[in-house]
């Protein structure tokens, strides 16, 4: 692996150890119903975007954390298929702190784009 690659996969994990949560908000804050685990990676595997997709181990832990924090709500309902399964809704605060975190991103996201295109004078 080059040293190039090597930076590539350690930004990677930085951006990405940052924006799950607010990708799971949004992806649950859309959801007219309960989700769980396996069909929100399901939902992430729609965007084409590998770095969201290759996550799927790393959702649960964050879900769990979100649960506990108060963003979310869950449930556990039988499953016909295999064990039982975790439904998580988003809560009010949920929706409220997604509200924000969304616009942190969205001026965060403008800032970076600005400067990468030379656009900060």
């Not at 080059?2 to 930076?7: G, I, N, S």
């Not at 150890?17 to 685990?37: D, I, K, N």
């Not at 770095?51 to 954390?65: D, F, I, M, T």
């Not at 924000?100 to 030379?118: N, Q």
């Amino acid at each position: 692996m080059t040293d190039t690659e090597l930076h590539l996969r350690k930004f990677q994990k930085e951006l990405s150890a940052g924006t799950v949560s607010l990708v799971l908000l949004a992806v649950l804050g859309r959801s007219a119903q309960p989700l769980y685990g396996y069909q929100i990676a399901k939902q992430l595997e729609l965007t084409q975007d590998a770095l969201l997709a290759s996550k799927q181990s790393a959702l649960y832990p964050v879900l769990r954390n979100m649960n506990a924090s108060g963003l979310l709500d869950s449930h556990i309902e039988p499953s016909i298929d295999g064990p039982p399964r975790r439904y998580y809704t988003i809560t009010e605060l949920g929706r409220s702190v997604l509200s924000e975190w969304s616009d942190t991103w969205s001026t965060t996201r403008d800032a970076v784009d600005a400067i990468l295109e030379g656009k900060f004078q």
